[in-house]
């Protein structure tokens, strides 16, 4: 059973009326603001400044209210799973990605929160599409008619606190792409990671992951999932793209292992060199 938060990274890539269109930095600042408009009623307001958004780099990002949360959960059952309980949801805005970063507390087997993740996910394309809609009615003459707006596409990405259910070869690790992928964890420990790819979501099982590794996985979906979707005009994902994401990932991230291991021996050696030359001395 997980005891621990759940993320949930909800990735959309904004579709625009011609993809090779290069927009002018004062356009996405213009899409930007609207996009911050058309979330107002949910952003928490800063303290400093009423509105006002957190910088964070290239990045603007919004926490949300509970009236988000509400929004984005309702209708989905409870029953005897349990209830889909958030803790906290932040979204970010870049050119022509967004992303909800959602952190759950949710305690049960992960086969009970898909469907609720579904769930989630649907209401949050429902309020995205909304906020498009706006975005595209107030700008008017503001941005190019080849910068306009015609959709988006999206994919969740979930990292899970525990192990694929089951055992080999009656596993998770079985009902969908699986590999295995590594990074330095806390404290120097090597940590070794589970993914899962399938056409729903991408699920990550761990112990803890750092921060780079998670990015690495998120640019890799955008490259090979979402942009994918993008020049295709295509709202679903076929059974191509996920194989070339998982070949691409394979070929990629998993040899993080060997440069791990050899910076991990480079370590060793470091240290044990410097207390042959302290004993030396002595």
Aim: glycine letters at 6%.
């Amino acid at each position: 059973m997980n005891n621990t938060q759940t993320e949930i990274y909800l990735l959309y890539l904004l579709w625009f009326c011609d993809e090779r269109v290069v927009l002018k930095e004062e356009e996405l600042r213009a899409i930007g603001d609207e996009i911050q408009e058309g979330m107002k009623s949910y952003i928490i307001e800063s303290k400093e400044k009423k509105g006002a958004k957190e910088k964070k780099g290239a990045w603007e990002t919004y926490k949300l209210k509970k009236e988000f949360v509400q929004k984005i959960i309702e209708n989905e059952s409870s029953g005897s799973s349990g209830s889909l309980t958030i803790k906290s949801a932040e979204m970010g805005y870049y050119h022509y990605r967004i992303i909800f970063k959602i952190i759950s507390d949710f305690k049960g087997e992960f086969r009970d929160l898909r469907e609720k993740i579904d769930k989630l996910k649907e209401n949050c394309d429902k309020e995205v599409l909304r906020t498009i809609r706006e975005v595209n009615t107030k700008l008017g003459e503001r941005i190019r008619p080849e910068g306009k707006i015609v959709g988006y596409c999206s994919y969740p990405l979930i990292i899970w606190k525990g192990k694929p259910a089951g055992k080999f070869p009656f596993s998770d690790d079985t009902t969908a792409m699986s590999f295995d992928i590594f990074d330095v964890g806390l404290r120097w420990i090597l940590q070794q990671h589970t993914v899962r790819i399938s056409r729903p979501r991408m699920v990550v099982y761990t112990k803890g992951m750092s921060d780079k590794l998670k990015r690495d996985i998120i640019n890799a979906i955008y490259q090979h999932i979402l942009y994918e979707m993008e020049m295709r005009m295509e709202g679903t994902i076929d059974e191509m793209l996920l194989t070339e994401l998982w070949s691409r990932m394979i070929d990629t991230l998993p040899r993080m292992r060997s440069e791990l291991y050899l910076l991990l021996f480079t370590l060793i050696l470091v240290v044990l060199t410097f207390i042959l030359i302290v004993l030396g001395l002595l």
